[in-house]
């Protein structure tokens, strides 16, 4: 009787323990939604590199004196390298072309031949997709931040948040931005790595945009290893 004491004695003491440690290891880590932004931020100003997306519905962003931009894809590689196929319009027509920023100097293909010209400056957009100075201080720049429900974009679970930026902190998109305008922003962050998977903008950055336009970026391939060069 007493040795059937003692083993189920240690057989409770075993599930107990059992119990416990699974229960420390699963307990989930609740973070503020101010908390969550701040590792975003630490997280996005270290990468090197990424793939993005970026839409517009409702209108588009002015990229040239006579391209609209509506959608972008390409790769950006820190500090200063993007590559990425813009599609909108110029003058009423469709357009695509494709942009490359490399070594201070910034070529795009003519939507007319096709062939390759010198923009004059640094392509204003660059600045948006720069990990350290444009969606890190977008992610910074957001006020009264709020925890919505969790939800997946690409592969994994993220937090979603919802908050406001002052319209000037998007200078970076356009060039120019309305003063104080307030944007509402959506943005959803990786919970195991708190880098930035998508991102949605709704208002107008600058007093001639439609009022209902929206801007979503979507990040992807983080710290891949990418060439970009200029054409020759």
Request: glycine letters at 8%; charged letters at 20%.
């Amino acid at each position: 009787m007493k040795r059937a004491i003692c083993i189920l004695t240690a057989l409770t003491m075993t599930v107990l323990f059992l119990f416990t440690g699974c229960a420390s290891k699963t307990a989930a880590v609740t973070l503020t939604a101010q908390e969550i932004l701040s590792k975003s931020y630490d997280s996005m100003s270290a990468v090197k590199s990424f793939h993005f997306i970026l839409d517009h519905t409702g209108g588009g962003t002015a990229v040239t004196p006579v391209i609209t931009m509506t959608k972008a894809e390409g790769d950006v590689v820190k500090p200063d390298k993007l590559k990425t196929t813009i599609s909108g319009t110029a003058a009423g027509a469709s357009v695509e072309v494709t942009l490359i920023t490399a070594d201070g100097k910034t070529m795009i293909t003519n939507p007319l031949n096709g062939k390759w010209e010198e923009l004059s400056g640094m392509f204003e957009v660059l600045s948006v997709f720069d990990p350290s100075t444009g969606i890190a201080s977008i992610i910074n720049g957001i006020t009264n931040p709020t925890s919505l429900a969790d939800e997946k974009v690409g592969s994994g679970l993220c937090y979603h948040l919802k908050g406001e930026i002052a319209s000037q902190v998007l200078k970076p998109i356009t060039g120019t931005t309305a003063t104080d305008v307030p944007i509402s922003v959506e943005v959803w962050i990786d919970q195991t790595g708190f880098l930035v998977q998508q991102v949605k903008l709704s208002g107008k950055i600058i007093d001639n945009e439609a009022d209902g336009i929206v801007r979503t970026l979507t990040f992807s391939n983080y710290n891949k290893d990418v060439d970009i060069s200029l054409p020759e």
